[in-house]
């Protein structure tokens, strides 16, 4: 098994391969996906539809000389098997030692850690630069998905590269037909057109911005992509190459649904069920519901996705049941957030959802575009826990730190299936705050809830106690439960627990008067602490006698981490916090 993949140990040992041989490294790095993927999960899809591009890439060029700038780079699996990487994927014992995306810290052969989409043009326009003024003569090629060109960042770096850009620079566009979910927009379309006549279309925007074009039929044939490779190779100006591709290539399931299959959790190779047992109520679910029988009682409601249709559990027939109420702006989160304002300046009803670790590229238009017009937006975050999404690009834990001191926008922190199903209904029906929404990352629990939120940054006493009192915002409430628990057992006390809700303001009247009959504030929040809901608290009894200690996570780019074990580490099991208690009390 993988005859030929064992052989490969850099790039300079694919260049040693026939046509036979090639086509069989093909079929050796499709068997290695499937052993990674079946085992771990991952990106699925992307990896499969781009191996024999791939494979030529390294045929023809000459990294790390010549340097690959991947977009979004969850396609570099095969990439990561050619540069000395293939135990990632054919050796279980080492599948932790690789990423899911480039990654510097591994390989010469990456460039960055990218996670974000249409990032390549930019990046990779900006190593041209950097060669041009050293002297140098290599090759950049930035290779970026044709759902990414939708993002804003990758017209700029094509405005740019096509006008500025007197050297060489190749740009790779992979057309799939595919973003995660369906290609939306007019770059979509017109990529249909160029395809449809392989590339002679007199209405060609690469063109149009002054770059050079080419066009490929065969995007998954080895020597197809060999030869035009070669042909643009030290090319002296910017080309776009534009080549068609299957997403999925060699997984029929994959191939026959392209949504489903873009990533993947463990699963069985022969039936496609994957090896995963999900709770039977779920945020996510609750989300879906809710959305689907808000749009048939009310006609002004509308959902907008950038290109995540399936945080929200928007499967392909329900969004066809939402006709016009489902809006999909494709990978434009700053278009998405900045639309939505305008709908809910016109008395339309937006509910935006996305993953947290998206959002973060919308500060501008949240803060501009919404808050300073203090339109009634709602913004639902998924994956917004530090339990969620562990890979250093996708991390979800900023949120809070990051959006919380806007001002005018209220975020809400829910901690129960009746208060996030509360709070949502409640955000999209007022007309006063744009809101922002954390959906829980925890498992579903019941408690009853206030259903208004008129009242700004009121906070909910749970429990009733003394000497300690209990903040838990958002998914770390039931960790404050169960702390409240284990200091009645072991401390022979009550403490107060709080619920507060807000995470963008403080109950100022609340916090006085715990100053009567308590000792020490507690913290806990699933965020980092920098900025965070903690400090707000701790600068807020900074002059009094209130002790406080904030429970959080450190501003750091944490990577691929154990959940439970990073709580240990920053001190944040009930063992290591009533030990701190004992200490402060």
């Known amino acids: 098994m993988y005859d030929i993949l064992q052989t490969i140990n850099s790039p300079a040992d694919v260049k040693k391969l026939n046509a036979a041989q090639l086509n069989t490294l ?26 024999e591009t791939t494979i030529a890439l390294h045929y023809v060029f000459d990294s790390p000389r010549d340097k690959f700038v991947f977009d979004v780079s969850h396609q570099s699996y095969p990439h990561k098997m050619l540069t000395g990487r293939k135990a990632g994927y054919i050796d279980d014992t080492h599948f932790k030692e690789d990423s899911g995306y480039t990654n510097p810290e591994e390989s010469e052969h990456d460039l960055f850690n990218i996670g974000h989409t249409s990032t390549s043009i930019s990046l990779a326009s900006g190593l041209v630069k950097a060669r041009d003024l050293k002297g140098q ?62 590339g002679k279309a007199q ?117 066809e049941q939402l006709g016009a109420q489902y809006v999909d702006t494709g990978i434009t989160e ?77 975020m809400l922190a829910p901690t129960s299936k009746e208060e996030y199903l509360n709070m949502l209904n409640w955000s999209v029906e007022q007309k006063e705050h744009p809101v922002m929404i954390l959906m829980p990352g925890n498992a579903v629990t019941s408690r009853a809830a206030d259903k208004n939120f008129d009242a700004l940054n009121t906070f909910k006493i749970e429990q009733q106690g003394k000497k300690v009192a209990i903040l838990a915002l958002g998914d770390f409430y039931q960790r404050g439960e169960e702390l409240a628990t284990q200091i009645k057992n072991e401390l022979d006390f009550n403490p107060t627990l709080i619920n507060p809700r807000f995470a963008s303001g403080l109950d100022q009247k609340l916090l006085k008067e715990l100053q009567q009959n308590h000792q020490l504030v ?58 701190d208690i004992k200490n402060l009390l």
């Open 203 to 319: 209405n060609n925007i690469f063109k149009s911005l002054g770059l050079d074009y080419i066009y490929e039929e065969n995007g998954n044939d080895i020597q197809a992509m060999i030869k035009v490779l070669q042909k643009v190779k030290d090319i002296d100006h910017p080309i776009v190459l534009h080549i068609n591709t299957q997403k999925g290539k060699g997984f029929e399931l994959a191939e026959k649904n392209r949504e489903a299959w873009h990533w993947c959790m463990p699963f069985d190779k022969t039936t496609g069920k994957w090896n995963v047992t999900f709770p039977t109520e779920s945020y996510t679910g609750l989300t879906t519901q809710y959305i689907m029988q808000k749009a048939k009682q009310d006609k002004d409601f509308v959902v907008i996705t950038p290109a995540m249709p399936m945080t929200a559990g928007l499967t392909p027939d329900l969004r």
């Open 137 to 198: 003569k290599h090759n950049v090629i930035a290779l970026i998905g044709d759902g990414s060109l939708t993002g804003g960042e990758a017209l700029e770096a094509l405005d740019f590269a096509g006008s500025e850009i007197k050297s060489n620079f190749i740009i790779i566009v992979n057309d799939n037909q595919q973003a995660i979910a369906e290609c939306h927009g007019g770059i979509c379309e017109h990529l249909n057109e160029l395809r449809a006549t392989k």
């Open 26 to 51: 093909a079929a050796d790095i499709r068997d290695a996906l499937f052993n990674r993927l079946t085992k771990i999960g991952g990106h699925c899809g992307p990896n499969f539809g781009i191996v």
């Open 334 to 410: 700053e278009h998405a957030v900045a639309m939505a304002s305008g709908i809910a300046k016109a008395g339309g009803k937006p509910l935006l959802v996305t993953n947290s670790t998206f959002i973060q590229r919308t500060y501008d238009q949240i803060s501009q575009d919404v808050c300073i017009n203090g339109n009634p937006v709602t913004i639902l975050l998924n994956f917004a826990s530090f339990e969620g999404l562990t890979d250093v690009t996708h991390l979800g834990i900023f949120a809070i730190s990051a959006f919380s001191n806007i001002p005018n926008l209220v």
């Open 522 to 579: 507690i913290t806990l929040e699933d965020g980092i602490l920098d900025g965070g809901f903690g400090q707000k608290v701790a600068s807020f009894y900074g002059t009094t006698n209130m002790k406080t200690k904030t429970y959080g996570l450190n501003k750091e780019f944490y990577d691929r981490y154990n959940p439970q074990e990073l709580l240990r580490q920053l001190g944040i099991t009930n063992e290591q916090i009533i030990a």
